[in-house]
């Protein structure tokens, strides 16, 4: 079954399907990707930033940072072309978080895993001493 949604873009309801804006928004942020990459292609462009991308094209950078994370515009083929980290927004080129902060978040799921890891084997010792518990009358 079809199932209405609001646009994420122009907050218009329309029925979804693959995508979570509307045919309109779907085809004007094609044409916005069209834009950026034919202001890319060329040579002395290649090397914009993303703020110049938007100076020169009028595409705003939330949607040139899209078109980033996306994948649809590659950071390998233009060297300065970065977005923010979704954590501490500092610039990178590729992936969601940043060097940091994936660390950060990768030492507190360790500390979580041995926090688990301590209670289990305290639960554990605690369910032996019940066990070995003798009552005499």
Known sequence: MEELANCSRCKGLFVKGSSAVCT????????????VYTFLRKKQ???????QIEEGTGVSEWQVRQFLKQKRLHP???PNIRYG???C??????NRLCPECKHSIQKGMEAQERKKSIESRKE???REKGI??????
């Open 124 to 126: 554990e010792r605690e």
């Open 24 to 35: 309109a928004c779907l085809k004007q942020e094609e044409q916005d990707f069209q834009t």
């Open 76 to 78: 390998a083929h233009f």
């Open 132 to 137: 070995r518990t003798y009552y005499s009358w």
């Open 85 to 87: 980290c979704e954590k």
């Open 45 to 51: 462009n290649r090397t914009a930033t993303v703020e």
């Open 89 to 94: 927004g500092s610039p990178i080129k590729e």
